[in-house]
């Protein structure tokens, strides 16, 4: 009997070692993360985006209801496309040299969304030595220059200045919720929203609200942002807001990736 009861309590002590170990291989396991795949948008500016992603996770693809943009990568440079489906045609290609940490140094862009013809655009982009863009040229010939910069406060952009032939032509003012991180990536007021983090590091926080105001100090718009976040803090519906009325929701669809 009494090599039973010895027997029986190893039986439970090898249950309960096995149990924990169990316990900390599933905790050991990776956290299973979600890529954001596509949001969908109404009010002001309804649309519906699909990103197709490659076997790294860049963003290769973006669709929505009128256009489809594509990025092509080599080792130092990269090709973008944006085919218009209204037009039938391409009507922006830009070609970008990429320096050894995949961020855009220059570039050239046709464009060509008039009827009239194609424009050249000449780009260029400076950092910080933390990888902050911080300053965009753009060259439009005989049309000016324009010169976009780029203030950062905690890793946020609190402030973006434009200048039109050297003479300030619109600032805008941003506010954060800086206890939301920002984890889609993407930033609608950089170039091509930086998707894949073209033009440098993205903003750490989600942000709160946007002010522009032209030279002149007159108001040009403002805008307030909402959103309703998962328990990993990604966000599942942007509400935007024009004063007290709703302007726009934007609903985020992601996929499970290990």
């Given at each position: 009997?009494?090599?039973?009861?010895?027997?029986?309590?190893?039986?439970?002590?090898?249950?309960?070692?096995?149990?924990?170990?169990?316990?900390?291989?599933q905790?050991?396991?990776?956290?299973?993360?979600?890529?954001?795949?596509?949001?969908?948008?109404?009010?002001?500016?309804?649309?519906?985006?699909?990103?197709?992603?490659?076997?790294?996770?860049?963003?290769t693809?973006?669709?929505?209801?009128?256009?489809?943009?594509?990025?092509?990568?080599?080792?130092?440079?990269?090709?973008?496309?944006?085919?218009?489906?209204?037009?039938?045609?391409?009507?922006?290609?830009?070609?970008g040299?990429?320096?050894?940490?995949?961020?855009l140094?220059?570039?050239?862009?046709?464009?060509?969304?008039?009827?009239?013809?194609?424009d050249?655009?000449?780009?260029?982009?400076?950092?910080?030595?933390?990888?902050?863009?911080?300053?965009?040229?753009?060259?439009?010939?005989?049309?000016?220059?324009?010169?976009?910069?780029?203030?950062?406060?905690?890793?946020?952009?609190?402030?973006?200045?434009?200048?039109?032939?050297?003479?300030?032509?619109?600032?805008?003012?941003?506010?954060?919720?800086?206890?939301?991180?920002?984890?889609?990536?993407?930033?609608?007021?950089?170039?091509?929203?930086?998707?894949?983090?073209?033009?440098?590091?993205?903003?750490?926080?989600?942000?709160?609200?946007?002010?522009?105001?032209?030279?002149?100090?007159?108001?040009?718009?403002?805008?307030?942002?909402?959103?309703?976040?998962?328990?990993?803090?990604?966000?599942?519906?942007?509400?935007?807001?024009?004063?007290?009325?709703?302007?726009?929701?934007?609903?985020?669809?992601?996929?499970?990736?290990?």
């Amino acid at each position: 009997m009494k090599w039973l009861l010895m027997a029986g309590g190893i039986v439970l002590s090898l249950t309960g070692y096995m149990a924990c170990m169990r316990s900390k291989v599933q905790r050991e396991n990776p956290v299973i993360q979600r890529s954001l795949v596509k949001w969908e948008s109404t009010g002001d500016s309804a649309s519906s985006t699909q990103l197709v992603k490659d076997g790294q996770g860049h963003i290769t693809s973006m669709e929505n209801d009128l256009e489809v943009n594509r990025f092509q990568f080599s080792t130092d440079s990269l090709l973008l496309t944006e085919y218009s489906k209204t037009d039938n045609r391409i009507v922006y290609a830009f070609k970008g040299r990429l320096d050894s940490a995949g961020k855009l140094t220059g570039g050239t862009a046709l464009v060509a969304y008039a009827a009239r013809g194609t424009d050249t655009v000449l780009h260029k982009f400076e950092y910080d030595d933390q990888g902050y863009l911080v300053k965009e040229f753009r060259d439009y010939g005989k049309a000016g220059t324009y010169t976009i910069g780029y203030t950062y406060e905690g890793g946020d952009v609190i402030r973006i200045s434009t200048w039109y032939n050297n003479e300030l032509y619109n600032t805008k003012e941003l506010e954060y919720y800086t206890q939301k991180d920002n984890m889609t990536g993407l930033e609608d007021f950089k170039f091509r929203k930086n998707v894949n983090q073209l033009v440098g590091n993205t903003s750490k926080h989600l942000v709160k609200k946007i002010t522009s105001v032209a030279r002149n100090g007159k108001l040009n718009y403002s805008f307030n942002f909402e959103y309703e976040t998962d328990d990993q803090g990604l966000p599942l519906k942007l509400i935007t807001r024009k004063g007290k009325k709703v302007s726009g929701v934007t609903t985020y669809f992601y996929a499970a990736k290990v």
